[in-house]
């Protein structure tokens, strides 16, 4: 079980003597849990309960009532602890009387002064009442100068009477070394004081309640009175009486107070003039001092004196007053005028345009300053924006070699590669060759791409003022960042909504004048004809480059990013993002029309110097010619945040389709230039003697120049490895990179290089087959020979052997070249030989046993030669040509044909060895 509390004990009671209704505090021991534990106080005999206020087990607050003894005892009775005992006592003191005219020491303040000059927006804070030490605990000064506080705590205070207050400045300068339980102490001080203040009404109504049921005896003793005295009006009756008493109290007072309330209008009269004084001299000084504070600037000091003066003499009747007053309205709406002249003045900073909208909306200006200001600022930014391109037409007409559009910064940077390896190194090498032209660029830029650099800095340094200056309109932060001034914030805010839709179209004007400039000077054939004579102008000789194009995206990218910070609505930037787009498409087209004609030019890069595969360095060139121009374009197709992918319309995609197909075309086209060329147009003044050398050229090297057959076996040799690597590489740059109808860019390309490699081929096919087959013929009929009439055979004869030999020739010239195109090329001459064989030998009507023998000799020695390199063709031609023979009837002649053809090999072996060997090579390979 729990202990019984101990009664109550009052110890101590302060002030320990006064009078009725004196606010005490009552300390001491075991004085109760709470307000409902106290269940009864008094103080000399006198009940306190209903002003009682409980604070603490060891405090209780209450009022003395009206008791009868002088002196008693305070009695404290708690429920859980009873009725407790005292150790002091209270004396009650009788009230002095004090005399009607007795002095008072009293001041009573009149007024609560302060500066209007530099204190005209503030008012007196009712945190002055506060007591001086609001957290209840002994206050001590800590050592921390007032300086570093103040930087330390810069903008704040540490008068908790500021609205800047800081409680952390507060604490360290007044309770630096109080300790934590004292602080706990304050903070429980400041939740009674709060609480005290929600319980505010009823404590009055306790505190005054005794005075309450006191004035209620009075009124029913004197009813009591009256009832007994009755109610007719008798001589003597307490009526009566009470009646004479007040009339002749009334009398006293005023035959005492005469002369002090004389006094006292004599007092004000005098206070009266005085103040006129001090209002004349104000007035009077008043036009002169406005005048000096404008020559000075101290606009703040001229509105202050002016709201003082309007205060004083805006509606006085005196005419003296009335004169001088009309002279400072002239001076002020002279001021007007001044300020709304220097807030309308071009270029303005935002800082200084809100101090004369603020100034001028304090003298009451006509109109609305703010919205004129920002009209001003929106024609300032137009007019800047058309003096910014007029500027550079003219420039452009004034010097139109100097900057030329065609100025591409890829003439600087052209390499001359001196073979593949050089290439190669080339194309690696794009990063730093990218770099190093950008040191270089400006001075050459064409007046375009500096006009946009020129106009998207006009906007983006602009329009952010513009922006924030319409935002203080709307947010009524022109007229006072504390929104002080209630009735201008609020017809701001309204004016503000009112022309919302207006400023929207001014954000619109200035977003589509910029985007127009930027298409007449870019883009002019996106404009109408009215539009062109507004916004173009330029001189359009050539239009510019991909990698200009392509700065200039950059560059309005950039601006797009600065808006966009500014949270200007996605809406009003949608023209920007849509010219994004066009100069993105734009580019896109531009470089690949260029890249074309790079391509076109290979053919003046083409050095015929082959690598081991027969390869030139022109298959280098076009892969690198597309590698850098679609490196180019990456930060193009890349798509920004908000941005469309340029591909997203089906006629770009065909578009762009049709341009990638031209750059390939363009290609082939090259080809079969270089492939039609005349000898005589041919430089092999460069040809190196490594290129001639024995080990690929064979005989060539007595000869450095080419003939046509070997310039087209270097084309075949190159269309070979586009078909199998350079197109199929390029196909996947172009996938890379995001572009659309790679089957079709592949499958168009591809055909058309397929078709001019069998045109090239057929060409030297011709050229080398048609030799060997029209020398069949005289050959077998040289010397009269005739099938018929003919000795028995005694060895091949030798238009066979010189057929083989050209054969090898054609083998040799090839394998020179490329080692890939040997069985190609081997396989349609064998086909063309075989064939001539085939007919000649079924245009012969008779054979004769030893003919026959020849015959079948002839073509067995052929065919086994050139046996790696049948094909179903040849072998079928070899075959019909042997049908065409008589069978051979004797064992002696299929001996003596074996015999022979194994004479011709064996003195053949070598002719043969070599081309069976190098055949056999190039299949395994």
Request: hydrophobic residues 40%; glycine residues 6%.
């Amino acid at each position: 079980m729990s202990r019984a509390r101990q009664p109550p004990l009052v110890t101590g009671i302060s002030p320990k003597e006064g009078t009725s209704w004196t606010k005490v505090t009552i300390r001491g021991e075991n004085l109760g849990t709470g307000q409902e534990d106290l269940i009864g106080l008094t103080i000399c005999g006198h009940s306190c309960l209903l002003t009682a206020e409980w604070m603490s087990a060891s405090k209780i607050v209450c009022r003395v009532g009206q008791a009868k003894n002088d002196k008693g005892d305070i009695i404290v009775t708690t429920k859980s602890g009873g009725k407790g005992t005292s150790t002091v006592s209270f004396k009650i003191l009788k009230p002095e009387k004090i005399g009607i005219l007795a002095q008072s020491a009293v001041w009573v303040d009149e007024m609560n002064y302060y500066d209007l000059r530099t204190d005209r927006n503030k008012g007196i804070s009712p945190l002055s009442l506060r007591p001086a030490n609001p957290l209840g605990i002994d206050i001590d000064k800590g050592k921390v100068p007032q300086k570093d506080l103040e930087e330390l705590f810069h903008g704040m205070s540490g008068d908790f009477t500021s609205e800047n207050f800081s409680a952390t400045w507060y604490l360290i300068e007044n309770h630096s070394s109080t300790s934590f339980d004292q602080l706990k102490t304050a903070a429980n001080n400041l939740r009674k004081q709060a609480n005290k203040k929600n319980e505010g009404s009823l404590a009055y109504v306790k505190g005054g309640l005794s005075t309450f049921f006191e004035a209620q005896d009075a009124l029913a003793a004197i009813h009591q009175k009256l009832e007994a005295d009755g109610t007719e009006k008798v001589e003597g009756s307490m009526t009566q009486k009470l009646e004479n008493v007040l009339n002749r109290a009334s009398e006293t007072a005023d035959a005492l107070f005469q002369e002090v309330l004389g006094r006292k209008d004599k007092a004000d009269s005098t206070r009266n003039a005085l103040n006129v004084l001090q209002r004349f001299k104000f007035l009077f000084n008043l036009p002169l001092n406005i005048e000096k504070n404008i020559q000075k600037g101290d606009y703040d000091v001229v509105i202050n004196d002016y709201e003082k003066a309007k205060s004083l003499f805006g509606k006085t009747e005196v005419q003296v007053f009335k004169k001088v007053y009309a002279e400072v309205e002239t001076r002020i709406e002279a001021l007007r005028k001044l300020l709304l002249d220097k807030l309308l003045e071009t270029p303005s900073t935002l800082h200084d345009q809100k101090r004369y909208i603020r100034y001028l909306s304090d003298l009451h200006a006509l109109g609305d300053p703010a919205w004129q200001c920002i009209g001003a600022q929106h024609k300032w930014i137009l007019q800047l924006m058309h003096s910014c391109k007029d500027g550079y037409v003219k420039d452009q007409k004034s010097n139109p070699i100097l900057h030329s559009p065609m100025l591409d910064l890829d003439n600087d940077g052209r390499h001359s590669p001196k073979g593949r390896l050089s290439q190669t190194a080339s194309l690696k090498r794009g990063s730093s060759f990218q770099s190093a032209r950008d040191d270089s660029w400006r001075y050459k830029a064409p007046q375009q791409v500096a006009f946009v650099d020129k106009l998207t800095k006009i906007v983006v340094g602009q329009l952010p003022n513009f922006w924030k200056l319409w935002i203080s309109y709307v947010n009524g932060s022109l007229f006072s960042e504390t929104a002080e001034k209630s009735g201008q914030v609020e017809r701001s805010k309204k004016n503000a909504r009112q022309r919302q839709n207006d400023f929207k179209r001014m954000i619109h004007e200035v977003m589509q004048s910029l985007v127009k400039l930027i298409r007449g000077a870019l883009l002019p054939f996106s404009l109408g004809e009215g539009e062109i004579r507004q916004y173009g102008g330029w001189e359009m000789k050539s239009e510019l480059s991909g990698v200009w194009l392509t700065h200039v995206i950059h560059t309005i990218r950039l601006s797009h990013e600065s808006l966009s910070a500014l949270e200007i609505p996605n809406d009003m930037l949608q023209t920007v993002q849509d010219l994004i787009l066009d100069l993105r498409v734009r580019c896109i087209m531009v470089t690949l029309e260029h890249t074309a004609e790079e391509v076109k030019r290979l053919t003046e890069k083409e050095d015929w110097i082959i690598d081991n595969e027969g390869i030139t360095s022109l298959p280098a060139h076009f892969e690198q010619c597309i590698t850098l121009a679609l490196q180019s374009l990456q930060g193009v197709l890349e798509c920004k945040p908000g941005e469309a992918s340029v591909f997203q319309s089906q006629k770009i995609q065909e578009e762009v389709c049709r341009l990638s197909i031209s750059i390939m075309q363009a290609l082939i086209d090259c080809l079969e230039y270089l492939s039609m060329k005349p000898d005589g147009d041919v430089d092999n003044a460069h040809l190196s003697m490594d290129v001639s050398s024995p080990d690929l050229f064979g005989s060539m090297h007595e000869d450095v120049s080419l003939s046509s057959e070997q310039r087209l076996l270097i084309i075949l040799s190159n269309c070979r490895y586009l078909e199998s690597h350079t197109f199929l590489n390029v196909a996947e740059h172009f996938e890379k990179h995001g572009f659309q109808g790679i089957e079709k860019i592949t499958q168009v390309t591809m055909a058309s290089l397929k078709e001019l490699d069998q045109r090239l081929f057929e060409t030297y096919i011709e050229l080398k087959a048609d030799p060997i087959v029209g020398s069949l013929e005289p050959g077998i009929y040289a010397g009269y020979f005739d099938w018929r009439d003919c000795l028995t055979p005694t060895g091949v004869r030798n238009y066979v052997k010189e057929a083989l030999v050209n054969v090898i020739a054609v083998h040799a010239e090839v394998f020179a070249i490329s080692k890939e195109l040997v069985p190609r090329v081997l396989a349609r001459i064998v086909e063309a030989v075989a064939e001539e064989i085939s007919r000649l030998m079924q245009c012969v009507s008779v054979f004769s046993k030893n003919g026959a023998l020849q015959a079948r000799l002839e073509i067995c020695a052929l065919r086994d030669a050139v046996a790696v390199c049948l094909t179903s063709e040849s072998r079928s031609s070899f075959k019909q040509a042997l049908e065409a023979l008589p069978q051979l009837s004797s064992g002696a002649n299929k001996k003596l044909l074996e015999e022979l053809l194994n004479k011709f090999k064996s003195s053949m072996h070598l002719q043969i060895a070599c081309f069976q060997a190098a055949t056999s090579g190039v299949l395994k390979t």
